[in-house]
Each structure stands twice: as structure tokens, then as C-alpha cells.
């Protein structure tokens, strides 16, 4: 794995313990679905060079819904 791909990583995992912290803040269950969706709709406003990392975090959800 090289630099970026450890960036990408790293970013896609903040971006998964960001939406966990928000969702347990509401008193909600931090499901991997509630999540999925609260990423989907953060990934629709984020800026093209932060997409990447969005996706894969998405990525990762869609593995643990299968």
C-alpha cells in the first residue's frame, strides 16, 4: 500500500468515526445502514477532491450490510 492509499484509507475511516460520533449524539443507533445513509448524503455535498474517500468509506459500509 503505498502514501496515497494510506491517506485514502485514513480518510475514509475519519470519515466513518465522524459519522458514528453524530449519529450516537442524537441518541440513535450507529447501524452500519444508518450510517451508509448519513455518508451517501455527505458524499452528494462533498467536494471532487474529497469524493474518493467518501466512497470508499461507503465501500466499507456495503461490505458489512452483505
Known amino acids: 500500500m503505498d502514501k496515497n492509499d494510506r491517506v485514502l ?3 475514509a ?7 458514528a460520533v453524530s449519529v450516537l449524539k442524537q441518541g440513535l443507533r450507529a447501524s452500519p445502514a444508518m450510517l451508509y445513509t448519513l455518508i451517501l448524503s455527505w458524499e452528494e455535498r462533498a467536494e471532487m477532491h474529497e469524493k474518493p474517500a467518501y466512497q470508499l468509506a461507503l465501500k466499507i459500509l456495503s461490505k ?3
Open 13 to 19: 475511516r475519519e470519515i466513518l468515526g465522524v459519522a
Open 9 to 11: 484509507l485514513d480518510s
Open 64 to 66: 458489512k450490510l452483505n
